[in-house]
């Protein structure tokens, strides 16, 4: 039997045409793909905040990617917003807290993406950095803002992590992204780091399987092998 991989959805609000300010569901189509490239069945999770709702959702995957969006609320993390904070969606925080505290207990695997780490990191315990330029040292240009399957910047690999297995000591990623993890949480360790520091992939340490990326495989992994076995991992673990 093929294992079922929820993704978690968000909501977007039409610019223009007939419905301005109109809500849709969606995911970007790339990590319905990915699934799909590395032998999933991929299921859209669409965003809501009722907790039996999303406990119902999760009881029927077998595991679930945190897909990207929004910025993370940093209220979540007890600091007041700076002015380089981008647009925030209060449903999406909920919505997402909810699918990693119960994914977490019902021990359903979980691959986090760019938005996927921030939020993790944030249900777990940690906090986040609002802006890349807030950490110390940091130079990098971590938002290349055009071409997604073209990978911008490299990352360090730690040993003894399943990016290791994959990547070996360093990779290329591409890069959308300018919050950053800032304290990790309890319970994980960092597995890549960017080489001004930015932290790139954290994975826990024990207990269910979690692995977050601050980039974007789901991106790259047409064109790139390595990109899907990340997909492949989850299935794995599922």
Same mark, same amino acid.
């Given at each position: 039997?093929?294992?079922?991989?929820?993704?978690?959805?968000?909501?977007?609000?039409?610019?223009?045409?007939?419905?301005?300010?109109?809500?849709?569901?969606?995911?970007?189509?790339?990590?319905?793909?990915?699934? +799909?490239?590395? $032998?999933?069945? *991929?299921?859209?999770?669409?965003?809501? /905040?009722?907790?039996?709702?999303?406990?119902?959702? &999760? =009881?029927?995957?077998?595991?679930?990617?945190?897909?990207?969006?929004?910025?993370?609320?940093? +209220?979540?993390? $007890?600091?007041? *917003?700076?002015?380089?904070?981008?647009? /925030?969606?209060?449903?999406?925080?909920?919505?997402? &807290? =909810?699918?990693?505290?119960?994914?977490?207990?019902?021990?359903?695997?979980?691959?986090?993406?760019?938005?996927?780490?921030?939020?993790?990191?944030?249900?777990?315990?940690? /906090?986040?950095?609002?802006?890349?330029?807030?950490?110390?040292?940091?130079?990098?240009?971590?938002?290349?803002?055009?071409?997604?399957?073209?990978?911008?910047?490299?990352?360090?690999?730690?040993?003894?992590?399943?990016?290791?297995?994959?990547?070996?000591?360093?990779?290329?990623?591409?890069?959308?992204?300018?919050?950053?993890?800032?304290?990790?949480?309890?319970?994980?360790?960092?597995?890549?780091?960017?080489?001004?520091?930015?932290?790139?992939?954290?994975?826990?340490?024990?207990?269910?399987?979690?692995?977050?990326?601050?980039?974007?495989?789901?991106?790259?992994?047409?064109?790139?092998?390595?990109?899907?076995?990340?997909?492949?991992?989850?299935?794995?673990?599922?």
């Amino acid at each position: 039997m093929k294992k079922i991989i929820g993704i978690s959805g968000s909501i977007m609000f039409d610019e223009g045409g007939m419905f301005p300010g109109y809500p849709r569901a969606y995911v970007n189509h790339d990590y319905v793909r990915s699934v +799909l490239d590395a $032998g999933g069945i *991929p299921l859209i999770i669409p965003v809501n /905040t009722n907790e039996e709702i999303i406990k119902a959702q &999760l =009881a029927c995957i077998d595991g679930l990617v945190i897909s990207g969006g929004y910025d993370v609320n940093p +209220l979540l993390f $007890g600091e007041e *917003p700076h002015h380089l904070l981008g647009m /925030t969606l209060a449903q999406r925080d909920t919505f997402d &807290l =909810a699918l990693i505290k119960y994914a977490l207990e019902m021990k359903k695997p979980i691959l986090g993406i760019c938005r996927g780490i921030q939020i993790i990191n944030t249900a777990c315990g940690g /906090t986040l950095y609002q802006d890349c330029s807030l950490s110390e040292g940091s130079y990098i240009k971590h938002s290349q803002g055009h071409t997604p399957t073209q990978v911008s910047h490299s990352v360090k690999i730690e040993k003894d992590s399943y990016l290791y297995e994959i990547f070996g000591s360093q990779t290329l990623v591409n890069s959308f992204h300018h919050m950053s993890v800032k304290d990790l949480a309890p319970g994980f360790k960092i597995t890549a780091t960017a080489a001004d520091g930015i932290i790139e992939a954290m994975e826990k340490e024990t207990g269910s399987f979690i692995l977050a990326v601050q980039w974007h495989p789901e991106m790259l992994s047409g064109v790139n092998q390595d990109m899907r076995k990340l997909f492949k991992l989850l299935l794995e673990k599922s």
